[in-house]
């Protein structure tokens, strides 16, 4: 398959299963059938929130060991700091001439912002979503894998395209679609019943691929539940509906199978059916953390990983530039 992919995750720390299911594990797969796949560390992106630099770049590594943990191989895919490619700077500054002040301030994560963090409303954040279609049009992407979470900026990045196409009259970017493997973009529930999983919404209600299995237990044992089903057949609410996507995602068939069947004749124990979530998550998740220990016992390995997909990326983003300068102008 030739079409280019390309995403990314922003250096939080470390990634939670929303990260891994609803991104990671496509890139994974992805790897071995797209010969051109760009996968990368946003840390340009996190400078919104103003991170300490000894945390940044301490986040940018474990960032990296982690994608390696979960099987991302630099033989089979180009693997990069976004900030390793100042060529993304110069067409972010490009694209920040095509892109509207009205529909940049009407964009959910945006509005989300303004609200949980009035006091640092910076441009950075307004522009987020141009420098999000930079990382992607700057290697001609079509495929973009990421969680539902993200589909309204590959939208943008699809308007901002088609955008510059017209201005400068040529058919130059092509359109990028997200992608997931199950056809559905997907968004992994938050352990504290409400929404999808989130660093934001505190440490308790994610769980990390680098969590102990201590950790990863009792988490999920405190995971929001309720009183139980009164009536066979019942539909579930949100929490519940939580809980059993969280099953879906670790658990065997016949699992899920048994825990729907005492769900609706009413006999389920939520503590059994969270006793065996959080066993099914601490034997999918050893794996990977263990993995994780060894890949950050080799400093000069990544560092060879991140200066070979940086010189990768470079090229491929350079000639983009080039074309883009040639197109717009920028030619003396
Ligand atoms: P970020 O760092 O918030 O998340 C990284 C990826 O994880 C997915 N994700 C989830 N998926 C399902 N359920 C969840 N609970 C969940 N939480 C996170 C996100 O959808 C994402 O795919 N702006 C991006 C990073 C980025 C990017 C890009 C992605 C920057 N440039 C270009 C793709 C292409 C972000 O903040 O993701």
């Known amino acids: ?20 299911f609803g991104a990671v594990v496509n890139f994974v797969k992805m790897q071995n059938e797209y010969p051109n796949c760009y996968f990368f560390v946003a840390d340009y992106h996190s400078l919104t929130t103003h991170p300490n630099p000894i945390d940044l770049s301490s986040n940018v590594r474990l960032t990296l060991i982690e994608y390696l943990a979960c099987g991302l191989d630099p033989n089979k895919c180009t693997l990069y700091a976004q900030s390793d490619v100042p060529q993304i700077a110069e067409l972010y500054l490009v694209f920040n001439m095509l892109a509207y002040l009205g529909e940049l301030e009407k964009v959910p994560t945006f509005k989300d912002k303004v609200r949980s963090q009035p006091d ?16 992607i049009l700057i290697h ?27 201005l400068y009259k040529v058919d130059y970017f092509k359109e990028p679609h997200g992608f997931h493997y199950g056809g559905e973009p997907v968004s992994v529930p938050s352990l504290d019943g409400q ?3 989130s660093k934001s919404k505190g440490e308790n209600t994610c769980i ?5 299995e201590d950790v990863i237990r009792k988490k999920v044992m405190k995971a929001t539940t309720d009183s139980g089903p009164t009536e066979p057949n019942q539909p579930k609410n949100e929490a519940i509906q939580n809980i059993f996507e969280l099953m879906n995602l ?34 999918f998740i050893a794996p990977i953390r263990e993995n994780i220990r060894q890949y950050e016992a080799d400093k000069d390995l990544l560092k060879r990983i991140m200066q070979d997909g940086g010189e990768k990326a470079r090229i491929s983003a350079s000639k983009t530039i080039r ?8 030619k003396f």
């Open 195 to 197: 929404g999808k999983m």
């Open 140 to 166: 001609h992407a079509q495929k973009v894998p990421v969680g539902k979470d993200q589909m309204q900026h590959i939208e943008m990045t699809r308007n901002f395209a088609n955008r510059f196409n017209h």
């Open 1 to 20: 398959m030739n079409e280019i992919v390309v995403s990314g995750v922003r250096p939080t720390g470390k990634l939670h299963l929303g990260n891994y």
């Open 250 to 283: 670790v658990s065997k068939p016949e699992t899920i199978a048994h825990f729907n069947d005492t769900y609706n004749n009413c006999t389920i124990r939520y503590g059994d059916m969270k006793k065996q979530i959080a066993e099914d998550m601490v034997a």
């Open 120 to 135: 640092n409303v910076n441009a950075g954040l307004l522009t987020y979503p141009v420098l999000m279609a930079v990382d």
């Open 323 to 330: 074309e883009v300068r040639e197109i717009i102008g920028l």
């Open 208 to 212: 990390y691929l680098s969590d102990e």
